[in-house]
């Protein structure tokens, strides 16, 4: 069993960047693999790296971001179960989730975004048909961007929103939940993309994968994703 000294040590490294970070104009902290379960077992409160940055920075909103060539994500819910994903769900949120991953479009590329925003149930919902959430919560929330100026396509079909024309004509998908967008980012760009933790008074850019403790120590494993986690820090510098 873990003592007290052992099972919060990697909690107290992640503080001690964040104050580090805080201190300096122009700081970034780039983060390696974090396992969730460790987390839990050291009776840590929070699921991940983006929860624990969020509290640690006193950040007012802030939401993940996942980075690559091929698809660009962000996320109105994440570490959470799906089951809860549809009470998550408000207007605010989806709003407040996209305005973040358009600013930070704009700092990475210089330009306006186009922005899909995918439903949370199959066919987008079909009109109620099944499901209420993209009538109730989502296209409010996308005409109160369109009413903000964003460049806004949706609700998107979940099961076509990712097509390779689609993917050609968007520079950003707002996702519902977790794997909605992690499924084809990670399918089409595991060892490129990189995590981002938008809305942070300081850059933080990470790996978009786990610790793969499966082949710890053995030499397997590809750092390309760090890699790109390093360089894409310094993009937002």
Do not use: W
Not at 49 to 54: R, Y
Not at 104 to 118: F, H, K, N, T, Y
Not at 151 to 159: A, L, Y
């Amino acid at each position: 069993m873990l003592n007290a000294a052992t099972r919060h040590a990697g909690c107290h490294n992640v503080v001690n960047e964040i104050n580090l970070a805080l201190t300096r104009q122009d700081a970034e902290v780039t983060t390696d693999q974090l396992n969730k379960e460790a987390l839990h077992a050291a009776e840590i409160p929070y699921p991940g790296h983006t929860e624990i940055f969020t509290a640690l920075t006193h950040a007012q909103r802030s939401c993940m971001l996942q980075y690559s060539s091929e698809v660009r994500c962000v996320f109105a819910t994440t570490h959470l179960p799906y089951a809860e994903v549809p009470a998550a769900l408000t207007k605010e949120r989806i709003l407040e989730t996209l305005e973040l991953g358009a600013q930070a479009m704009r700092r990475i590329r210089r330009s306006e975004p186009q922005i899909g925003v995918l439903g949370l149930n199959p066919h987008a919902g079909e009109h109620g048909l099944f499901g209420k959430e993209e009538e109730t919560v989502i296209a409010p929330a996308i005409e109160a961007a369109r009413a903000k100026g964003f460049e806004v396509e949706g609700p998107i079909p979940p099961d076509t929103a990712f097509l390779p024309t689609k993917r050609r004509a968007t520079d950003l998908f707002v996702c519902m939940y977790h794997d909605q967008g992690h499924i084809p980012l990670k399918a089409l760009c595991f060892d490129e993309a990189v995590n981002i933790t938008l809305g942070l008074p300081i850059v933080r850019t990470s790996v978009d994968h786990g610790t793969a403790l499966d082949i710890a120590g053995q030499g397997k494993a590809n750092p390309n994703s760090l890699y790109e986690a390093v360089k894409l820090a310094l993009k937002f510098i």
